[in-house]
């Protein structure tokens, strides 16, 4: 719970948060009021990586990202996640959008970069533009606030969203000192 601030500790529902822990990752899913969901996905092997690498990228093509064996987080939810089983990041991250996805805004920190916007599909790629993880909001186009975030000696991606309306200052409520 370290990524949140005090402010909104109180307001975090246990009740619908849980974690995947793996040698390499740990996803965790957080329900903020009621009416968010806060992902917090730590990648072990970027720790060393630097920010200004990772890459967001618009209009790719992901209708045939397939992956010969992986798993499903998520299945039937309103975001599913496609993992490539053993996906490899070495020194970066990129991030891919479809062509139905829309960035309204970018924004940067001393140790994040990301956007709001609405996100149809995505897909998490290494430095090589290999695709590694697909999320696909499986109800179309969701509004959404995504991070690269560097801290913590770990390197981490943050997805918000929601079926309510909002905007990027919903960042206000995370810790990124």
């Known amino acids: 719970m370290w990524v949140f601030k005090d402010s ?14 793996k040698e390499r990752d740990v996803y965790n899913n957080f329900n903020y009021k009621d009416s968010y969901n806060i ?5 072990k092997d970027l720790g060393n990586a630097e ?14 990202v397939k992956f010969e064996s992986g798993e499903i987080l998520n299945k039937g939810s309103d975001l ?6 053993g996906f490899v ?3 970066a991250m990129n991030v891919n ?5 829309k960035i309204e805004r970018t924004f940067e920190g001393a140790n994040y ?3 709001y916007g609405s996100i149809n599909q995505m897909s998490l790629s290494n430095e090589k533009g290999e695709h590694q993880i697909l999320s696909d909001f499986t109800k179309g186009l969701t509004p959404t606030v ?6 913590h000696q770990s390197f981490y991606i943050i997805m918000i969203y929601s079926k309510n309306p909002f905007d990027e200052n919903i960042i206000k409520i995370l810790n990124l000192e």
Do not use: H, M, R
Not at 51 to 64: A, C, F, G, H, M
Not at 80 to 85: K, V
Not at 97 to 101: A, F, G, I, P, R
């Open 8 to 21: 909104a500790k109180t307001n975090i529902n246990p009740n619908f948060c849980y974690s995947y822990v």
């Open 39 to 43: 992902i917090v996905w730590e990648f």
């Open 51 to 64: 920010l200004k690498k990772s890459t967001i990228n618009q209009n790719v093509n992901l209708e045939d």
């Open 80 to 85: 599913e996640f496609t993992i490539n089983y």
């Open 89 to 91: 990041f070495n020194s």
């Open 97 to 101: 959008l479809d062509k139905y996805s």
């Open 113 to 115: 970069k990301g956007f």
């Open 146 to 151: 995504f991070l690269f975030y560097k801290g």
